[in-house]
Nanobody, 124 residues
Framework: QVQLIESGGGLVQTGGSLKLSCATS????????MGWFRQAPGKEREFVAG????????YYADSVKGRFTVSRDNAKATMYLQMNNLKPEDTAVYYC?????????????????WGQGTQVTVSS
């Protein structure tokens, strides 16, 4: 089992920045990829960004490219999401996730472990 704990959410004005963290514990050696997803009220959970835990390859949804940066610190077993130039449409609950296999990194069903989520609210 792998445990994931997100932190860093909050309320910010349009154009502001937030940095989310996702701390991992447990059988972290089994992790292949990690991702950030978000879910706004009444909408499906959507992919935001992902990173290969070993090689460090990074992937982004078109809606956040150039504004968000995903990174990881293997020594701390932690993944981060730096979010800049935030917009009201970025408002959602943000979840981190981990999976043991590969494939399409944006596929929400391919992830084995999920955090509890952290709220990000961007005011206009």
């Amino acid at each position: 089992q792998v445990q994931l704990i997100e932190s860093g959410g909050g309320l910010v004005q349009t154009g502001g920045s937030l940095k989310l963290s996702c701390a991992t514990s447990g059988r972290t050696f089994s992790i292949n990829d990690m991702g950030w997803f978000r879910q706004a009220p009444g909408k499906e959970r959507e992919f935001v960004a992902g990173i290969n835990w070993h090689v460090g390859s990074k992937y982004y949804a078109d809606s956040v490219k150039g504004r968000f940066t995903v990174s990881r610190d293997n020594a701390k077993a932690t993944m981060y999401l730096q979010m800049n130039n935030l917009k009201p449409e970025d408002t959602a609950v943000y979840y981190c996730a981990a999976r043991r296999t590969g494939g399409e990194i944006a596929n929400v069903r391919s992830y084995d472990y999920w955090g509890q989520g952290t709220q990000v609210t961007v005011s206009s």
